[in-house]
């Protein structure tokens, strides 16, 4: 099993659409939860960070379930600019030490 | 500020040879990490260093090496190369404080022919 498991995707949505990311992490111990985004051909930017409280940026929703191990991003109101793939990433400890990449799952928002 | 950056951008390489890349980090960051993404998952741990020593190593074979120097700038050796090998290698940087964020380069894209 990998460590860090997200849905495979492709997302295909309509402008507007609200569409909602899940991911889970096999460790229990870890520690720090992000999602970054990756645009064609690009480098993965950080998008937010994960806290177990939940946070929101903007059109972004970010949620940690420690319990179950799950992570989900949810992006309301879909732009065209959107369209990327979003990966999940863990920290097994904190600070500076090596983050794990999910696989990543590819959004197209459709005009 | 330049960002982290990488050289070269794209690199062809035959099989069993050896390749270079390297990375200079954003400037007052003293980790750097390298990553491998194949085309369609995400990025693989290589390795991190700080202050010059290594700080982690992924599962990656002894074919993989890397360093960093007292500028912090870093680099990735990858002997007796394989088809396999053909991905992006990204550099990454971070401040070292404990700051987790990442900071990546726009990567070397390695093509094994």
């Known amino acids: 099993r990998k460590e860090v498991e997200q849905d495979p995707g492709p997302f295909n949505v309509p402008e507007g659409a609200t569409v909602a990311f899940n991911c889970t992490y096999s460790?229990?111990?870890?520690?720090?939860f992000f999602w970054y985004r990756q645009d064609c051909r690009k480098e993965p930017k950080l998008l937010m960070s994960v806290y177990s409280s939940g946070n929101e940026d903007g059109r972004f929703t970010a949620q940690l379930n420690r319990a179950s191990q799950y992570i989900s991003l949810l992006i309301r109101d879909s732009k065209l600019s959107d369209s990327a793939t979003y990966l999940c990433?863990?920290?097994?400890?904190?600070?500076?030490?090596?983050?794990?990449f999910g696989k990543g799952t590819r959004l197209s928002v459709i005009a | 500020d330049a960002g982290v950056t990488q050289s070269p951008t794209h690199l062809i390489k035959t099989r069993g040879q050896q390749v270079t890349l390297r990375c200079s980090p954003i400037s007052g960051h003293k980790s750097v990490s390298w990553y491998q993404q194949v085309l369609g998952q995400g990025p693989q741990f290589i390795f991190q260093y700080y202050e010059k020593e290594e700080r982690g190593r992924g599962n990656f074979p002894d074919r993989f090496s890397a360093r960093q120097f007292p500028n912090y700038s870093s680099e990735l050796n990858v002997n007796a190369l394989l088809l396999g090998d053909s991905a992006l290698y990204l550099c990454?940087?971070?401040?070292?404080?404990?700051?987790?964020?990442?900071?990546f380069g726009s990567g070397t894209q390695l093509s094994v022919l």
């Open positions: 990454a940087s971070r401040d070292g404080t404990g700051n987790e964020k990442l900071f």
């Open positions: 990433v863990v920290n097994r400890f904190s600070g500076n030490t090596p983050l794990v």
């Open positions: 460790n229990s111990a870890s520690q720090s």
